[in-house]
């Protein structure tokens, strides 16, 4: 995953938190015990963490045209695809998920702030296009059941985490994992395995530390324990001299939140740039969309990624539409597991990944289509099946060339790539597959621009 990258390959020339909340309340997650394996089922009786409602504040703001000079960013060092450098606003959801037997789940995200970065003295990557923030959260969309790995503690894009890209191109990442996720056994042979020094304990934390070193790229790893929780901290080399100032705010973060606990982050835009409601991937594909297309229930574990800034397209070099347009990009990972799998993401598995961008009118989503989303040097796309107002299928005009079906419904784009073991299919099986999810997509997204949300 590339959090950092910001021009899509076709793209005309030019386009290019709060700490934890007080006081909240809780909602409970139907968690059932099997008789032979501990197996959690997140029926999550929760509200959908993503709901979309476009910016929170835009009633607070007038449209005020292409681009916002945000303090703190000089707009002669930004590009002219990028309408607002830093629109993107993160809240903790006030509601925090608890699990019926009283375990509180703690969203990584919670754990290391946007504020917190932001108060390091570092700032989150300027991007329209590519997803300097990613959260990774247990959803109540995913109904498939799991327990706890016994023998591998999850990492990356497996398991509860949040990952901040920063200026410079690097990533500071945070991964959570309870004991419903990963077992004391697991995070034992995870350190072994890994070669994590065990560090005198603070303020009641067990410590350990490493370094990973790949070619010559050095990360400086953390691995914290307590109350049965572990976390895990990634700082590139470059900021080593920060990492353990954001290590005491995860630990001070952490004390709080058991305190005061609260839910997944929530994403929306505070900028003048963008003011209609957009579309949040998450939304669109639910458990039985997962269902429907692998044969077996969702994972909860969902993963969101977000860009930073508006996006500004000035389709004009390569057509006739010469108005710009601000657009939102935003894109979800949605996982299966095979039949057997039992831990929270399997090995043999199914991922549907969904990307949309959200424009300001039909027309520019219109030229978003066929010239970003395609690409226009793109050879590999043929004609949809009637699918939204316009629709193809595809090579994806990245570097994984994946097999795509792509659509437009008034001003929103849609694609649609199921997973590597489904790519040598024809194209005509390819969208026979998909057309039960993407068909529901298309009928939920006529109802968005019918009602703007």
């Known amino acids: 995953m590339e959090p950092t990258s910001s021009t899509p390959v076709g793209q005309p020339a030019t386009p290019q938190s709060s700490p934890p909340a007080h006081g909240g309340s809780r909602k409970k997650l139907m968690i059932i015990i099997g008789a032979v394996v501990a197996v959690v089922v997140l029926a999550i009786v929760l509200a959908v963490v993503f709901k979309s409602k476009g910016t929170d504040n835009s009633k607070s703001h007038k449209d005020t045209g292409l681009y916002y000079d945000r303090p703190g960013f000089d707009r002669a060092k930004l590009s002219a695809n990028i309408g607002d450098p830093m629109?993107?606003?993160?809240?903790?959801?006030?509601?925090?998920?608890?699990?019926?037997?009283?375990?509180?789940?703690?969203?990584?995200?919670?754990?290391?702030?946007?504020?917190?970065?932001?108060?390091?003295?570092?700032?989150?990557?300027?991007?329209?296009?590519?997803?300097?923030?990613?959260?990774?959260?247990?959803?109540?969309?995913?109904?498939?059941?799991?327990?706890?790995?016994?023998?591998?503690?999850?990492?990356?894009?497996?398991?509860?985490?949040?990952?901040?890209?920063?200026?410079?191109?690097?990533?500071?990442?945070?991964?959570?994992?309870?004991?419903?996720?990963?077992?004391?056994?697991?995070?034992?042979?995870?350190?072994?395995?890994?070669?994590?020094?065990?560090?005198?304990?603070?303020?009641?934390?067990?410590?350990?530390t490493r370094t990973n070193t790949i070619g010559d790229k050095k990360d400086y790893d953390y691995l914290i324990r307590k109350n049965g929780a572990t976390v895990t901290l990634s700082v590139p080399g470059t900021q080593k001299d920060k990492a353990d100032g954001l290590l005491k705010t995860i630990m001070s973060n952490f004390d709080q939140f058991a305190q005061h606990p609260n839910g997944a982050s929530m994403v929306s835009y505070d900028t003048p740039t963008f003011t209609q409601s957009f579309v949040k991937s998450c939304d669109l594909v639910d458990n039985d969309d997962m269902k429907n297309l692998t044969g077996v229930d969702a994972s909860p574990l969902v993963q969101a990624m977000w860009p930073t800034a508006t996006g500004v397209a000035d389709f004009s070099p390569v057509s006739t539409y010469k108005t710009k347009s601000n657009?939102?990009?935003?894109?979800?990972?949605?996982?299966?597991?095979?039949?057997?799998e039992k831990t929270l993401i399997g090995i043999k598995k199914h991922t549907l990944r969904i990307t949309t961008m959200t424009y300001e009118n039909s027309q520019?989503?219109?030229?978003?289509?066929?010239?970003?989303?395609?690409?226009?040097?793109?050879?590999?796309?043929?004609?949809?099946?009637?699918?939204?107002?316009?629709?193809?299928?595809?090579?994806?005009?990245?570097?994984?060339?994946?097999?795509?079906?792509?659509f437009r419904q008034g001003r929103v784009v849609v694609q649609l790539v199921y997973d590597f073991a489904f790519q040598d299919t024809?194209?005509?099986?390819y969208v026979k597959k998909l057309s039960p999810v993407s068909d529901k997509i298309a009928a939920k997204l006529v109802e968005f621009n019918r009602s703007g949300h």
């Open 87 to 208: 629109a993107i606003k993160i809240t903790p959801n006030k509601e925090a998920q608890e699990l019926q037997s009283g375990t509180v789940v703690i969203p990584a995200c919670s754990l290391l702030t946007k504020d917190n970065i932001n108060a390091a003295g570092l700032q989150l990557y300027v991007n329209n296009f590519g997803f300097p923030f990613i959260q990774n959260y247990l959803d109540d969309s995913g109904k498939a059941s799991f327990a706890p790995d016994p023998n591998n503690m999850p990492s990356g894009e497996d398991t509860m985490g949040c990952v901040y890209g920063i200026q410079g191109g690097e990533t500071i990442a945070v991964a959570v994992n309870q004991p419903f996720i990963a077992t004391d056994r697991a995070v034992a042979s995870y350190i072994d395995l890994l070669s994590y020094a065990k560090q005198p304990d603070s303020n009641g934390f067990e410590v350990y």
């Open 364 to 406: 520019a989503a219109s030229e978003g289509f066929k010239h970003v989303m395609l690409g226009d040097s793109n050879d590999s796309v043929k004609k949809g099946t009637g699918l939204g107002d316009e629709s193809a299928i595809y090579k994806t005009n990245d570097d994984d060339k994946q097999l795509a079906v792509g």
């Open 327 to 340: 657009y939102l990009r935003n894109q979800c990972i949605r996982t299966s597991n095979e039949p057997g």
């Open 426 to 429: 024809t194209y005509a099986d």
